[in-house]
Nanobody, 127 residues
């Protein structure tokens, strides 16, 4: 079992930046692939970014490529999402997710691939 706690959300103007953090506790974080998802009101949850547990491979949704960066610090049991050039359409609740894996280089971008979820953090981008 692993517990995930997100932080770093807030209100920012368009063009601004935020860094989300997700800290895990419970088991060996290093063997978990991690992902960030978001859900806006009235919309389905969508994948934003994902990272393998080795941090070798990453994935980004087309809508955030070039603006968002996912990274992780296994020593701190934390995964980050640096969000730059934010747009109003980035407004959503952002969730981190974890999946235990034996594959050091595999990332997962489908929600159904993940076993554990955080409670979410609100990101609001004003125009």
């Amino acid at each position: 079992q692993v517990q995930l706690v997100e932080s770093g959300g807030g209100l920012v103007q368009a063009g601004g930046s935020l860094r989300l953090s997700c800290t895990a506790s419970g088991r060996t974080f290093r063997t978990y692939a991690m992902g960030w998802f978001r859900q806006a009101p009235g919309k389905e949850r969508e994948s934003v970014a994902a990272i393998s547990w080795s941090a070798t491979n990453t994935y980004y949704a087309d809508s955030v490529k070039g603006r968002f960066t996912i990274s992780r610090d296994n020593a701190k049991n934390t995964v980050y999402l640096q969000m730059n050039s934010l747009k109003p359409e980035d407004t959503a609740v952002y969730y981190c997710a974890a999946r235990e894996t034996n594959s050091r280089n595999t990332y997962y971008y489908k929600g159904n691939d993940y076993d554990y979820w955080g409670q979410g953090t609100q990101v609001t981008v004003s125009s």
